[in-house]
Structure formats: structure tokens, C-alpha cells
């Protein structure tokens, strides 16, 4: 049987795929496979199991042409990518990987907090760029971070992981989720509507997956909801901002930052982010942990063999 690996992934789990004895390709080029390079790459019949990446589309297109895929391990925790239903109908088993990421994913969402509360990026372009005199009593203030309160958007694993962090600096939490969540009920903290949460929170951070009812969640009315003082925190998926409205609310001080790991339309960036002082990047980097990727390409191919073997992997979706 041959496995497609789509993209270099850390070599823990290409291994075990290797020792379970089968052939195993591997697509050379660190970049997003195109569709024409995933087609050929699968199309021998004996291409049964891919490993994907979120930027590998899986449509009822692709499963028409490649019909001996029998399974799909997805490299992330999201499978957006993916279309479930049409995997489903075709009896094509489908995986994803949580879990392993949680801690990680939400160790970027503090970084980004920090940083967008603090004007840390602003600081160290001034720095870096060799334009700081020296301190001064009026230069970069921020926003205090210790007692505030946060407001997450989603409390599945990641969201109430960032919750649970930030009960260490004394915040009180609310959160927006479609039922009660226990773990956050612990920590003390509040299940309200998504417009409560943005007029109370001092910091917003967002954990929802992409579908068609988070698409754009957050847009202009939103935005404007939220306090001046307040920061808004993407690390789940960029279209769930709207990308455009959040040009604006920075640049016209509707808030007082953003924290970005994610975008509406990776690699692209809107131009518009770039002018923005109070706006942190991060290049999509939310799991880049050499622990976290070493975890998921491990679950990832455990999945894989599972599923090829007819037996339900650890964490499949279909």
C-alpha cells in the first residue's frame, strides 16, 4: 500500500509509517502542494492513505479522479479543508489532530495578547531600527493585563486552555460556546452571548472553527461593539474575521489592538495591516512547537494506519 505525504512533516511519524511496511512519498517542496502534484502523487490504485495539510483541499472532485483513497489523515486540527460529507459518502475515513497541539496553540494566543497589550512589536521595530533615545515616562503605553477581563470566543480545547492561563493573572473569564462547558464552569467563569462578551472584555480571543456560521463572526458591528481599550486575539482561522472591517478599527482606534496568527486569505495579508503599529503578525506558527509537530505527525500517521487497517482511529472525524 503507498501513503502520499503531501508536505515534509517531522520525521517521527514518517517512520512509523515506513516500519508498518509501507511505501511512503513524501513531496519534496516546503510549500503547499498544488492539485495537479496531488494528483499525480496518487495515481497509483495502490495510493489508499494521504496526509494532508490544511492547505490541501479534498473535494468530491479530487475523490472522483482518485477513487482507491481509502483514508485522510489531516495535519492540523481544523479540516475546513476537507469535505466530510462527500469523504463520507464515498466510505473515505478522515482524521484530524487535536489535542496535541492545545498548549502550544495556546501559548501563541498569550503571545499575541502580551504583545498587542504592551506595544511589544511597536517597541522592538523602534529598537531594532535604532530610533529609541532612550525611556521616557509618556512612551509606549499600554494596556495593563493583570485583573482584566478576557472574553473567549469558543471554549473548546484551546480556548479554555487560554482561559485556564489566564486565571493565573487573576482575569475573569467569560466565554461564548454552544453549551456549557464544565472545565470553564471550574474556573469560575461566565457562558454569555457573543455581544455581552465584547462589551465587557478587555481582551477577546477567538477559538472557533471555520464554517459557514463563524465565517466572518467578527465584522464591522463587532468590532464597534467592542471597548476602545480592547484587544482582539486570532489565532482559530482567519475568515473568521472579517479582514477588511479589522483594517479599519485599529486605524481608527474603534480598539485599542489585534493579535493575528491567522488570515482571511493565507499567505496573503490584507495591505492595509501592514501601515498598522497596534496589529501583531505571527506567521501562522500557533502549533510550532518542536514537541507539538513531533506529537502531530505521530497521531497523524497512527490515525493513517488505523484507519487503512479498518479500525477507528484516535481522533477521525468520518
Request: glycine share 8%.
Given at each position: 500500500?503507498?501513503?502520499?505525504?503531501t508536505r515534509p512533516i517531522p520525521e517521527a511519524g514518517i517512520?512509523?509509517?515506513?516500519?508498518?511496511?509501507?511505501?511512503?512519498?513524501?513531496?519534496?517542496?516546503?510549500?503547499?502542494?498544488?492539485?495537479?502534484?496531488?494528483?499525480?502523487?496518487?495515481?497509483?490504485?495502490?495510493?489508499?492513505?494521504?496526509?494532508?495539510?490544511?492547505?490541501?483541499?479534498?473535494?468530491?472532485?479530487?475523490?472522483?479522479?482518485?477513487?482507491?483513497?481509502?483514508?485522510?489523515a489531516n495535519y492540523a486540527v481544523g479540516y475546513n479543508n476537507?469535505?466530510?460529507?462527500?469523504?463520507?459518502?464515498?466510505?473515505?475515513?478522515?482524521?484530524?489532530?487535536?489535542?496535541?497541539?492545545?498548549?502550544?496553540?495556546?501559548?501563541?494566543?498569550?503571545?499575541?495578547?502580551?504583545?498587542?497589550?504592551?506595544?511589544?512589536?511597536?517597541?522592538?521595530?523602534?529598537?531594532?531600527?535604532?530610533?529609541?533615545?532612550?525611556?521616557?515616562?509618556?512612551?509606549?503605553?499600554?494596556?495593563?493585563?493583570?485583573?482584566?477581563?478576557?472574553?473567549?470566543?469558543?471554549?473548546?480545547?484551546?480556548?479554555?486552555?487560554?482561559?485556564?492561563?489566564?486565571?493565573?493573572?487573576?482575569?475573569?473569564?467569560?466565554?461564548?460556546?454552544?453549551?456549557?462547558?464544565?472545565?470553564?464552569?471550574?474556573?469560575?467563569?461566565?457562558?454569555?452571548?457573543?455581544?455581552?462578551?465584547?462589551?465587557?472584555?478587555?481582551?477577546?480571543?477567538?477559538?472557533?472553527?471555520?464554517?459557514?456560521?463563524?465565517?466572518?463572526?467578527?465584522?464591522?458591528?463587532?468590532?464597534?461593539?467592542?471597548?476602545?481599550?480592547?484587544?482582539?486575539?486570532?489565532?482559530?482561522?482567519?475568515?473568521?474575521?472579517?479582514?477588511?472591517?479589522?483594517?479599519?478599527?485599529?486605524?481608527?482606534?474603534?480598539?485599542?489592538?489585534?493579535?493575528?496568527?491567522?488570515?482571511?486569505?493565507?499567505?496573503?495579508?490584507?495591505?492595509?495591516?501592514?501601515?498598522?503599529?497596534?496589529?501583531?503578525?505571527?506567521?501562522?506558527?500557533?502549533?510550532?512547537?518542536?514537541?507539538?509537530?513531533?506529537?502531530?505527525?505521530?497521531?497523524?500517521?497512527?490515525?493513517?494506519?488505523?484507519?487503512?487497517?479498518?479500525?477507528?482511529?484516535?481522533?477521525?472525524?468520518?
Amino acid at each position: 500500500m503507498k501513503i502520499v505525504i503531501t508536505r515534509p512533516i517531522p520525521e517521527a511519524g514518517i517512520e512509523m509509517l515506513k516500519q508498518a511496511d509501507h511505501e511512503v512519498l513524501v513531496l519534496p517542496h516546503d510549500r503547499p502542494c498544488t492539485r495537479e502534484e496531488l494528483l499525480a502523487a496518487t495515481t497509483s490504485p495502490s495510493a489508499q492513505g494521504v496526509l494532508t495539510m490544511l492547505t490541501d483541499k479534498i473535494d468530491e472532485n479530487f475523490l472522483q479522479q482518485r477513487p482507491g483513497v481509502k483514508a485522510i489523515a489531516n495535519y492540523a486540527v481544523g479540516y475546513n479543508n476537507i469535505d466530510t460529507a462527500a469523504c463520507q459518502a464515498r466510505n473515505v475515513c478522515v482524521s484530524n489532530t487535536p489535542d496535541v497541539l492545545t498548549d502550544a496553540t495556546a501559548e501563541v494566543a498569550w503571545t499575541l495578547l502580551m504583545m498587542a497589550a504592551r506595544r511589544a512589536g511597536e517597541g522592538e521595530r523602534m529598537v531594532r531600527d535604532n530610533k529609541w533615545s532612550g525611556w521616557g515616562p509618556m512612551q509606549l503605553q499600554g494596556m495593563s493585563v493583570l485583573g482584566q477581563t478576557i472574553g473567549i470566543i469558543g471554549a473548546g480545547r484551546i480556548g479554555t486552555r487560554v482561559a485556564q492561563m489566564g486565571k493565573g493573572f487573576g482575569m475573569r473569564v467569560l466565554y461564548v460556546h454552544r453549551r456549557e462547558n464544565e472545565a470553564m464552569a471550574q474556573l469560575g467563569a461566565q457562558r454569555v452571548e457573543l455581544q455581552e462578551l465584547l462589551k465587557e472584555a478587555d481582551f477577546v480571543s477567538i477559538h472557533v472553527p471555520l464554517t459557514a456560521d463563524t465565517r466572518h463572526l467578527i465584522g464591522p458591528k463587532e468590532l464597534h461593539t467592542m471597548k476602545k481599550t480592547a484587544v482582539l486575539i486570532n489565532t482559530a482561522r482567519g475568515p473568521v474575521v472579517d479582514e477588511a472591517a479589522l483594517v479599519e478599527a485599529p486605524k481608527n482606534k474603534t480598539i485599542f489592538a489585534a493579535g493575528l496568527d491567522v488570515y482571511e486569505e493565507e499567505p496573503k495579508i490584507h495591505p492595509g495591516l501592514f501601515a498598522l503599529e497596534n496589529v501583531v503578525m505571527l506567521p501562522h506558527i500557533g502549533s510550532a512547537t518542536v514537541r507539538a509537530r513531533n506529537e502531530m505527525s505521530q497521531l497523524a500517521a497512527a490515525n493513517l494506519l488505523a484507519m487503512l487497517r479498518g479500525q477507528r482511529g484516535k481522533t477521525q472525524i468520518v
